[in-house]
């Protein structure tokens, strides 16, 4: 077991006792101003790897310099790196309380164009998962006083109505939802009618139809605006909806295409009508 262990060992026992040797010869030499032929090859050698333990110190060294000896102007840089990152936060959130700001502005300021109205401002919190967001909800509930059937609009028109309502959420149907008509008026000619939800399969762009419309007696054009006629009770009267984009006769009726006024991709606050002021 000796001899084995002993014969495990003897690389670094050569090792050591080169060194001993190299370290004596180096001594004895310090008085000369030369070196012999063996301690150039030894220095050869040992240069390249003096050189990188020296590079590795220097490093460590100055990493360790940076962490203890750091100066009040790095602790000052430091801070007012900090106190710029905040001030940048802070100013996008006031640009976005000033967007907000005038949203909410203008839906008040709507609201109030087509007669006298009370309701409850609402911002827009969950979408449907269709890319139109035909049904979406809002941070009002019944606690606010909201109730099923009651209509909804932004500052560029009708959204639609309340269709489900929770304590302190509602749920609300778009008008191009398929499913929901809307008695309204072309504004131009006065003429009633009705329109519901439908999405166009060949561009997929989200719109509304016109229907009910004789044709004999209408001349409707693209361009002519529609607005609610307040017919059914729901929706009060002069809430726009949009714009004709098409118009198509068949049967001796005229129905036309509608581009809704309001941007349902990008709709972020609502106005609930709680009360239109006639009771």
């Not at 301690?39 to 962490?67: C, H, K, M, W, Y």
């Not at 509602?170 to 519901?196: F, G, L, Q, W, Y």
Request: with cysteine; glycine share 10%.
């Amino acid at each position: 077991m000796k001899k084995g262990g002993f014969g495990k060992n003897k690389p670094v026992l050569i090792t050591i006792v080169a060194l001993v040797v190299l370290a004596a010869m180096i001594l004895a030499s310090a008085g000369r101003g030369t070196a012999n032929w063996f301690e150039n090859a030894v220095g050869a050698v040992l240069t390249p790897v003096q050189g990188f333990a020296a590079r590795a110190s220097n490093s460590i060294a100055d990493f360790f310099r940076g962490v203890f000896n750091t100066t009040d102007a790095d602790k000052e840089n430091a801070k007012l790196k900090s106190e710029l990152a905040l001030y940048n936060k802070m100013q996008l959130e006031l640009e976005e309380l000033k967007k907000e700001n005038e949203r909410l502005r203008g839906l008040l300021e709507y609201s109030g164009s087509f007669g006298e109205c009370s309701g409850v401002a609402a911002s827009v919190t969950g979408r449907s998962t269709d890319i139109y967001f035909r049904v979406f909800t809002v941070n009002a509930g019944r606690n606010q006083g909201i109730d099923v059937d009651m209509p909804v609009i932004c500052a560029d028109g009708l959204v639609g109505r309340v269709t489900e309502v929770g304590a302190t959420w509602s749920k609300v149907t778009a008008v191009i939802d398929a499913e929901t008509s809307v008695p309204v008026m072309v504004e131009r000619t006065r003429d009633n009618c009705m329109v519901r939800g439908v999405l166009n399969t060949v561009d997929s762009e989200a719109g509304m139809e016109l229907y009910y419309l004789p044709r004999d007696r209408t001349d409707l054009v693209p361009g002519d605006t529609v607005i609610t006629s307040g017919i059914g009770g729901i929706y009060p009267k002069g809430i726009k909806i949009g714009s004709v984009r098409e118009v198509l006769t068949s049967d001796g009726e005229a129905n036309a295409i509608i581009s809704p006024s309001v941007d349902f991709v990008h709709i972020e606050e609502v106005f609930i009508i709680t009360g239109n002021g006639e009771g």
